[in-house]
């Protein structure tokens, strides 16, 4: 029997790419949108707003009417919601963390029960470099994959004992949708906008500059197969140098993030 797979925003980026590859090695692939028929896929989609528990809950019943079994969830859905911090409403603020960090949470709970009861299983979630270090104009969006971090390393001990793995895929900027679909701050306070035109500067040439996205692709290929997958798996030019820097001096890593962005104008 093929393996089941569930991939949170199979749409677009990178979970799209994944779905389809995965589905094209055999494996029985259930992708998941806000829209699902707003395109074609060749892959089983089903309609979930992470944001939306009522859209979660009829989720979970749909989803079990056309598997029997699930061997791994790939939390891939999310947005990015940038701008100063100070700029930034809470309400966005709320939002983005309902969506990245609370959707993710609720749908994994959802589901929990019916991995415990199969006693395996797999969750792999896509965080972000931004939820290991962080960046300027990221504030919330980095807060909620710092926050997905946090959670899933204590899930990934209380799960092992029922055999199921956890894992998370940290990617540095690469192209997807990601930047058409974000969110901006929404208020605008005088006294940066001088900042606030370079780091946006330096935000647009980080995106308009990012490599295809086959790196992250292949990262969560690999630990779809990985027996005993390690917990963090940073990915793209830079990650691992950028942690080992934060690790041994902080201080060199934002002052090379500064000099950065100094030199827009
Ligand atoms: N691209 C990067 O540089 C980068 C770097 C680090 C991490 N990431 C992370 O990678 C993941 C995928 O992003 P991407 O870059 O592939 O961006 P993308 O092309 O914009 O895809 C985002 C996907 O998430 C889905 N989605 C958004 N909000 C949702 C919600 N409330 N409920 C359900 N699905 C929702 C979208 O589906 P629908 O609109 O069809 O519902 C879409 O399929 C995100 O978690 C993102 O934070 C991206």
Do not use: C
């Not at 089941?4 to 259930?30: P, R």
Request: charged fraction near 20%.
């Amino acid at each position: 029997m093929s393996r089941t797979i569930l991939i949170t925003g199979a749409s677009s980026g990178f979970g799209l790419i994944v779905a389809t590859k995965l589905h094209e090695s055999g494996y029985n692939v259930i992708g998941t949108s806000r829209n699902p028929s707003k395109m074609q896929v060749p892959f089983k989609m089903l309609a979930l707003d992470i944001a939306d528990d009522n859209s979660i809950n009829s989720f979970s019943k749909e989803l079990f009417k056309h598997i029997s079994q699930l061997d791994v969830l790939i939390n891939n859905a999310g947005f990015y919601l940038s701008g100063l911090a100070e700029e930034t409403t809470i309400a966005q603020g709320k939002q983005q963390f309902d969506t990245n960090f609370w959707g993710t949470i609720k749908l994994t709970n959802e589901l929990l029960p019916y991995f415990r009861k199969q006693k395996f299983g797999k969750i792999i979630t896509v965080g972000s470099i931004m939820g290991l270090l962080n960046f300027p104009n990221a504030a919330y969006y980095g807060a909620s994959k710092h926050a997905l971090e946090g959670y899933f390393k204590s899930l990934r001990f209380e799960l092992k004992e029922f055999n199921i793995n956890v894992a998370m895929v940290e990617p540095m900027g690469f192209k997807t949708n990601i930047l058409h679909s974000s969110v901006v701050a929404e208020k605008k306070i005088n006294d940066y906008d001088s900042y606030r035109s370079k780091t946006n500067a330096f935000a647009k040439d980080l995106f308009e500059n990012a490599p295809e996205p086959t790196p992250v692709i292949n990262t969560i290929l690999k630990l779809v197969e990985d027996k005993n997958p390690k917990f963090s798996n940073p990915v793209g030019k830079g990650a691992k140098v950028f942690l080992a820097i934060q690790h041994f001096a902080y201080n060199t890593f934002e002052n090379s993030i500064i000099k950065n962005i100094n030199k827009f104008k």
